[in-house]
């Protein structure tokens, strides 16, 4: 069955860094865009930063770019988030999807907290 499987979060201090890490299987992982969502309190569900399937092309909301990078290896069928310079407003819930023309798929999320 597909399942992807986010891991990574935790707390961290203003200016620390996190890797996030989304294991995926049970799909062609290849063949899909990946994509990181974040969905703080109270707040709808973002989008963060997005890849191609070959990774040659990456898009970033502005609240992140210049902090975070998402990369992928497809060998290992994982995308990865790493949040640099990290701040209390990116305290949220991490998602990951996978999406094709036809399906998509979502992880189960994990959490970050930003906090002194």
């Known amino acids: 069955q597909v399942q992807l499987v986010e891991s990574g979060g935790g707390l961290v201090q203003p200016g620390g860094s996190l890797r996030l890490s989304c294991a995926a299987s049970?799909?062609?992982?290849?063949?899909?865009?990946m994509k990181w969502y974040r969905q703080a309190p109270g707040k709808e569900r973002e989008l963060v930063a997005a890849i191609s399937s070959v990774g040659g092309s990456t898009t970033y909301a502005d609240s992140v770019k210049g902090r975070f990078t998402i990369s992928r290896d497809n060998a290992k069928n994982t995308v990865y988030l790493q949040m640099n310079s990290l701040k209390p407003e990116d305290t949220a819930v991490y998602y990951c999807r996978a999406k094709s023309n036809y399906y998509g798929y979502w992880g189960q999320g994990t959490q970050v907290t930003v906090s002194s």
């Open positions: 049970g799909f062609t992982f290849s063949n899909y865009a």
